[in-house]
């Protein structure tokens, strides 16, 4: 066997380990019994161990070392051991004694997380968060930064980003989109209350599937299911699979969560299966893999020729709740633009200020210029300063995202970045794809899932998210093309 | 940590490794989307080599030998480190180059034998069955027996059993229930048309969970789902599944298999919790899962008591098809005794000639005293001597059962086995609670199931199969209660 086959059984045998757990995650959110939890946190826990030791054998090391010298690879080949040795590299910065601490920890910031939202008492969780910042600012020095420690945390989700680069974009995002959101709020509010009258669960779901099948999502690949919050797992890139949810009385939680994570699942179900557990059958960072959900979610689902194709099925499944609604008003409840204080059910312009927040605030915690104790003040004054909503308790405030129990520091602003791939890479698609927006307004979503495969899914993690915004479109990521499409998309909406 | 606590600490993650693998094959068989199933059965294959590689370390036949002198643990204690080491023993004697031509064999001979089955041509699968059958006789002398070559393939699913002792009880069965089920072939045969009418799914469903509760099988630690064959797992003891199918042209395949899946269930989730992991918290043998699923389906399933209490509710729900069927007659449909092809729709007593003629079987291929080439005739003059039928076809005669392509010899056995150790503990529950028939008539089974829980599911493998049936019962597995309960109960329905 040649050593590039070695590296390759090593690291399916990884995926596997890796994939199995996924499996046991799902089960746990789908279908498992209450008193199931207690051993499926064991379980996961061992098959993590044994991924990691698996991941950081010294057998391993030597392979990808070697491996990284030999000049006879193909430049894919060379990517992945480049990517492989690397992810190596920062495995071996953990020690067993600091995983543990790190684990113990954020079962106990978890536990009083939740016990703190419930009753919205934010001292039941501070001294556990202290302690979780203390452990992620080790983290950052374990894991090594040459610019600012929060690249460190960044870099686990995000690899390659840099602060300084989301302090510029976030920069765009405090001066051109809090001015824009001001105008929109001195306009008279579009009308969406026909979207909160009452829709009938299994109608919801058949016609979610019907929008999963119409995006191409391939159900003998994959499956959709109810979770209570809903997201995208795959075993493989030929077992990929979502949940939603639905709420009798709001019917936009199905369907946002329907196309968002169908965009989630296109990309995985379009990752070469031959890949399976390298680098190149991976996706690239979670802003690229939000890029494709948002795409979907905002530049698809929440246009006018999508639900010119789209809303007549829907009014015939709830002829009552839109006898009186027209594809125009429809489209105008999908947009309401309205500063909120619940970042999940946030717009898809106030949502950034949210984003906004947690980085600022994630960026001072990390760098020590903020105490974890002065929280709740900091949050509800820029709740006040960016959305100009006042806060009325820590539940619906500092408390109501989960991530920082689970000591996620550097995930949020991969929802932004998301979001500004999504519009550049869409833009490029409308200059690339003349008869895009036609075809949509037909129901065929093929040429944008065809472009999508061949810009994006297919390369898995050859090119970072840098050179695969410069290789789609030419140049790096651009706050520009997020705000022209909000402007135009918005101008109209709102009379602007 | 104590000797003791460390061999606990490495139980315990190998039973997490299993377990994973039990989710990955709940799934498979419950959810999986068709594409998945290449790379779940590669995930398989890696979970099974981890959990083999954990249970041959050195570090752990260190620790087990120096426990196995260590006379300050309790008895329990003991008899875990001695089940273990056996298994520990067993589990070393296998090559790396043995398990993988195993593995690779079952794989082709699984493949050859669907094929075959299709399409009803045994010449298909008999390369891959005599090569199958090659390496389960190699697999004999490498596992070691005193008697008989077929006492190692036996005691991979019952520890202990003998196959003297199987001939002694299989004479038992060719003599007396051969001679018992010609009485009741002379007799006219009972009405059963009424359970092939048309019954909807879901009211099926609904009756079926409405068994399983009664029985007391805890919802909350396990869940039913649909699978097209029946089954029971478990994660632990408090996540205890079970599957069920539904014909709606035939009432009697979710019935029954709600009922002997329960009862394999309620071992499952009545074994000790805190003995994850360790032969104290596992079961004892396939035979005393199975006499626990065929005392629920058989001695309790297919009693008057039962459908006294429960007849009335099928009928509420199913008015039209049993308007004018008695709760007398509803038994009598449930306890039809008709020599036929299939083993698995079979009534409680032809049952065992199909067992009969696998044992038969499988210890003159073991033995080497009969060609694989050769099995078809055999087969075939076996059905017709025991039952009375003819063999159409391959694919209605020796093709029809999984096992032997999966490498699976000496299981069969355990299913009759199961049934007469149902018989003698039922026998034995009827003496200890006289209350018990009269409380199952009213609906109440928790008697039954304090008692078996008691007599059984908290000793986990504390006691051989042998050891518990003599701890229950004061005397070794008899046949003779099986025949007095089969001769009572059909003497009249039949009117012998």
Redesign the interface.
């Given at each position: 066997m040649t050593n590039y086959l070695k590296y390759k059984s090593i690291m399916?045998?990884i995926a596997?380990?890796q994939?199995?757990?996924a499996?046991?995650n799902?089960?746990q959110e789908t279908?498992?019994?209450?008193?199931?939890a207690?051993?499926?946190a064991?379980?996961l826990a061992?098959?993590a161990g044994?991924a990691h030791e698996l991941s950081t054998t010294e057998e391993l090391g030597h392979l990808l070392i070697s491996l990284s010298q030999d000049n006879s690879l193909s430049e894919k080949e060379k990517r992945n051991i480049k990517e492989s040795l690397k992810k190596y590299n920062d495995n071996k910065k953990y020690t067993t004694s600091f995983v543990e601490e790190l684990s113990k920890s954020i079962s106990e910031a978890f536990q009083a997380w939740q016990e703190a939202k419930k009753t919205s008492n934010f001292s039941l969780y501070a001294p556990y968060l202290e302690k979780l910042v203390k452990l992620k600012r080790e983290e950052c020095k374990l894991l090594g930064y040459v610019e600012h420690p929060y690249d460190a945390m960044l870099n686990q989700y995000e690899p390659d980003a840099k602060t300084a680069d989301l302090e510029v974009l976030f920069a765009d995002v405090r001066n051109q989109l809090v001015a824009f959101v001001k105008k929109i709020a001195a306009k008279p509010q579009n009308n969406d209350s026909f979207m909160y009258l009452h829709f009938d669960k299994d109608k919801q779901w058949e016609f979610g599937v019907g929008l999963l099948k119409q995006m191409g999502y391939?159900?003998?690949?994959?499956?959709q299911?109810i979770s209570s919050h809903p997201f995208t797992t795959n075993?493989?890139s030929?077992?990929v699979?979502v949940t939603t949810r639905t709420n009798e009385n709001n019917l936009n939680e199905m369907i946002w969560s329907c196309i968002h994570e169908g965009g989630h699942a296109l990309y995985e179900q379009g990752l070469p299966v031959s890949e399976?557990g390298l680098p190149s059958g991976e996706y690239i960072s979670l802003g690229i893999h939000e890029s494709q959900s948002r795409l979907w979610e905002n530049n698809v689902g929440r246009s006018l020729p999508y639900w010119n194709t789209n809303f007549s099925s829907l009014q015939k499944i709830f002829p009552e709740n839109f006898k009186n609604v027209s594809t125009e008003d429809f489209y105008k409840a999908m947009n309401i633009v309205k500063p909120s204080l619940i970042r999940t059910s946030a717009d898809e312009l106030t949502y950034h200020f949210h984003i906004l927040i947690r980085f600022e605030i994630e960026k001072a915690l990390i760098q020590g210029s903020i105490e974890v104790k002065d929280l709740p003040d900091y949050w509800n004054e820029k709740y006040k300063e960016y959305l100009g909503v006042e806060v009325p308790n820590d539940a619906q405030g500092v408390l109501q995202d989960i991530h920082w129990s689970h000591g996620s520091f550097g995930y949020f602003p991969t929802y932004s970045l998301g979001s500004f791939y999504a519009a550049q890479f869409f833009a490029q698609a409308l200059k690339e794809i003349p008869e895009l927006e036609s075809e949509i307004e037909k129901g065929n979503t093929k040429p944008l899932l065809d472009w999508l495969r061949e810009k994006v899914h297919i390369h898995g993690k050859y090119y970072t998210a840098a050179e695969l915004c410069l290789f789609i479109t030419g140049e790096k990521l651009n706050f520009n093309y997020f705000m022209a499409y909000a402007t135009k998309k918005y101008s109209r909406l709102y009379h602007l």
């Amino acid at each position: 066997m040649t050593n590039y086959l070695k590296y390759k059984s090593i690291m399916n045998k990884i995926a596997d380990v890796q994939y199995s757990s996924a499996v046991l995650n799902w089960d746990q959110e789908t279908y498992m019994p209450p008193k199931g939890a207690a051993f499926r946190a064991q379980q996961l826990a061992t098959l993590a161990g044994i991924a990691h030791e698996l991941s950081t054998t010294e057998e391993l090391g030597h392979l990808l070392i070697s491996l990284s010298q030999d000049n006879s690879l193909s430049e894919k080949e060379k990517r992945n051991i480049k990517e492989s040795l690397k992810k190596y590299n920062d495995n071996k910065k953990y020690t067993t004694s600091f995983v543990e601490e790190l684990s113990k920890s954020i079962s106990e910031a978890f536990q009083a997380w939740q016990e703190a939202k419930k009753t919205s008492n934010f001292s039941l969780y501070a001294p556990y968060l202290e302690k979780l910042v203390k452990l992620k600012r080790e983290e950052c020095k374990l894991l090594g930064y040459v610019e600012h420690p929060y690249d460190a945390m960044l870099n686990q989700y995000e690899p390659d980003a840099k602060t300084a680069d989301l302090e510029v974009l976030f920069a765009d995002v405090r001066n051109q989109l809090v001015a824009f959101v001001k105008k929109i709020a001195a306009k008279p509010q579009n009308n969406d209350s026909f979207m909160y009258l009452h829709f009938d669960k299994d109608k919801q779901w058949e016609f979610g599937v019907g929008l999963l099948k119409q995006m191409g999502y391939d159900f003998e690949a994959g499956r959709q299911d109810i979770s209570s919050h809903p997201f995208t797992t795959n075993f493989n890139s030929e077992d990929v699979r979502v949940t939603t949810r639905t709420n009798e009385n709001n019917l936009n939680e199905m369907i946002w969560s329907c196309i968002h994570e169908g965009g989630h699942a296109l990309y995985e179900q379009g990752l070469p299966v031959s890949e399976y557990g390298l680098p190149s059958g991976e996706y690239i960072s979670l802003g690229i893999h939000e890029s494709q959900s948002r795409l979907w979610e905002n530049n698809v689902g929440r246009s006018l020729p999508y639900w010119n194709t789209n809303f007549s099925s829907l009014q015939k499944i709830f002829p009552e709740n839109f006898k009186n609604v027209s594809t125009e008003d429809f489209y105008k409840a999908m947009n309401i633009v309205k500063p909120s204080l619940i970042r999940t059910s946030a717009d898809e312009l106030t949502y950034h200020f949210h984003i906004l927040i947690r980085f600022e605030i994630e960026k001072a915690l990390i760098q020590g210029s903020i105490e974890v104790k002065d929280l709740p003040d900091y949050w509800n004054e820029k709740y006040k300063e960016y959305l100009g909503v006042e806060v009325p308790n820590d539940a619906q405030g500092v408390l109501q995202d989960i991530h920082w129990s689970h000591g996620s520091f550097g995930y949020f602003p991969t929802y932004s970045l998301g979001s500004f791939y999504a519009a550049q890479f869409f833009a490029q698609a409308l200059k690339e794809i003349p008869e895009l927006e036609s075809e949509i307004e037909k129901g065929n979503t093929k040429p944008l899932l065809d472009w999508l495969r061949e810009k994006v899914h297919i390369h898995g993690k050859y090119y970072t998210a840098a050179e695969l915004c410069l290789f789609i479109t030419g140049e790096k990521l651009n706050f520009n093309y997020f705000m022209a499409y909000a402007t135009k998309k918005y101008s109209r909406l709102y009379h602007l």
